[in-house]
Nanobody
Framework: QVQLVESGGGLVQPGGSLRLSCVTS????????MSWYRQAPGKERELVAS????????NYADSVKGRFTISRDNAKNTMYLQMNSLKPEDTAVYYC?????????????WGQGTPVTVSS
């Protein structure tokens, strides 16, 4: 069974840093592009960053570009999101997701999410 387990969230002050992890199992991790999403209270879930199957073509939402870095370690079946210079508007639950290879939404897999709160 496909499993995605996020961790690393917490409470951090503005300007601080966090490193999120997404440990995966149940599929060939190295065959999939991966992505991070987030959902803030009262807002739609939004794409934060994505990365190709071999770590190629990292892409970022404009709101996080230059502050966040997505990476992956295929030997560990794990994806990371290094978040620096955090702002209060980064407060959200952060989710790990496989990027579709087939276009079939019924095959989407999400983690349970890890909450990030940026506050003084």
């Amino acid at each position: 069974q496909v499993q995605l387990v996020e961790s690393g969230g917490g409470l951090v002050q503005p300007g601080g840093s966090l490193r999120l992890s997404c440990v995966t199992s149940g599929f060939t991790f190295s065959s999939y592009a991966m992505s991070w999403y987030r959902q803030a209270p009262g807002k739609e879930r939004e794409l934060v960053a994505s990365i190709g199957s071999v770590g190629s073509s990292p892409n970022y939402a404009d709101s996080v570009k230059g502050r966040f870095t997505i990476s992956r370690d295929n030997a560990k079946n794990t994806m990371y999101l290094q978040m620096n210079s955090l702002k209060p508007e980064d407060t959200a639950v952060y989710y790990c997701k496989r990027v579709r290879r087939s276009g079939r939404s019924d095959l989407d897999a999400w983690g349970q999410g890890t909450p990030v709160t940026v506050s003084s």
